[in-house]
Nanobody, 122 residues
Framework: QVQLQESGPGLVKPSQTLSLTCTVS??????????WTWIRQPPGEGLEFVGH???????YYSPSVNSRTSISRDTSKNQFSLQLTSVSPEDTAVYYC??????????????WGQGTLVTVSS
């Protein structure tokens, strides 16, 4: 059974870089059909897709954060990471990592981490 766990600082100062890591257990991040995804939810708002990295290492980012976002992976540690630069208080959110299954028939988020709150404040 695949499990995901986010880790990283809970407080980031404005203009600095937000860095989070998702550790995957029970499955490999190089397994075909899986896209490793970051999603966030600002306080009082809905879920927002941030980006993903595929099983082969290709990345895709939401246009709303594309210029500030980088998702990478460490296959030796079975981890993938999010970096968001030049953060502002608007980036305050609960950040989730998730496993997205992509098949011809369907695309869906099958496994979620518990989420971690990141607050951007001086």
């Amino acid at each position: 059974q695949v499990q995901l766990q986010e880790s990283g600082p809970g407080l980031v100062k404005p203009s600095q870089t937000l860095s989070l890591t998702c550790t995957v257990s029970g499955g490999s991040i190089t397994t075909n059909l899986y896209y490793w995804t970051w999603i966030r939810q600002p306080p009082g708002e809905g879920l927002e897709f941030v980006g993903h990295i595929t099983h082969s290492g290709n990345t895709y980012y939401s246009p709303s954060v594309n210029s500030r976002t980088s998702i990478s992976r460490d296959t030796s540690k079975n981890q993938f990471s999010l970096q968001l630069t030049s953060v502002s208080p608007e980036d305050t959110a609960v950040y989730y990592c998730a496993m997205m299954v992509v098949t011809v028939e369907a695309v869906y988020l099958e496994v979620w981490g518990q989420g971690t709150l990141v607050t951007v404040s001086s």
